[in-house]
C-alpha cells in the first residue's frame, strides 16, 4: 500500500515527465516555424537546432499574462557570418520571430563576371520577370 508521501511524490514524478513530455513537442514545433521562416526569408538556419533560453510571464497582444517560452537560433546568408535570432512562443502559438540585421543576398546575375559592374536591382528584375509556375 502507498503512503500518502509515496502517492505525491509519484505524482510529482508523473507531472515532471508530463511538463519534459509537453516542452519537448514545444521544441520541435519551434524548429519547425524557424525553418519556415528562414526559407521565406532565404537565410540558412545554421545548427538545425533552436535553443531554450528561458521562460517567463509575458504579456500577449490582448495584454493577458501568459507563459513565454524563448528559444534563440543562428541563421547565415553568405555562409561565412553567424546572425541571432529567436522565436517566442506562448504555448504552441508564435508571438514573435525575429532576426537580426542581416544582408540581404544578391540575385546571381546581378553582378556581370566581366568588370564586376554591379547593375541596378530595378534593371535586373525588368531583365529577368518572375516566371509563373
Known amino acids: 500500500m502507498l503512503t ?3 502517492l505525491t511524490a509519484l505524482l510529482l514524478a508523473l507531472g515532471a515527465c508530463a511538463w519534459l ?9 519551434a524548429l ?5 521562416a528562414c ?22 497582444r490582448r495584454g493577458q ?13 553568405t555562409g561565412e557570418q ?10 504552441r502559438q508564435p508571438a514573435l520571430i ?4 542581416h544582408p540581404f543576398r544578391e540575385p546571381p546575375e546581378a553582378v556581370e563576371a566581366a568588370g564586376e ?6 534593371e535586373w528584375r525588368r531583365r529577368h520577370p518572375p516566371q509563373e509556375r
Open 4 to 6: 500518502l508521501g509515496e
Open 21 to 29: 513530455w509537453h516542452a519537448h513537442g514545444v521544441h520541435e514545433h
Open 32 to 36: 519547425r516555424l524557424v525553418r519556415e
Open 39 to 60: 526559407q521565406r526569408e532565404d537565410v540558412l538556419l545554421l545548427d538545425e537546432n533552436v535553443a531554450f533560453r528561458r521562460l517567463r510571464l509575458q504579456r500577449d
Open 65 to 77: 499574462l501568459r507563459l513565454a517560452r524563448e528559444y534563440a537560433f543562428e541563421f547565415t546568408v
Open 82 to 91: 553567424r546572425h541571432n535570432g529567436r522565436i517566442v512562443l506562448f504555448g
Open 98 to 101: 525575429e532576426l537580426d540585421p
Open 117 to 122: 559592374r554591379v547593375i541596378n536591382l530595378d
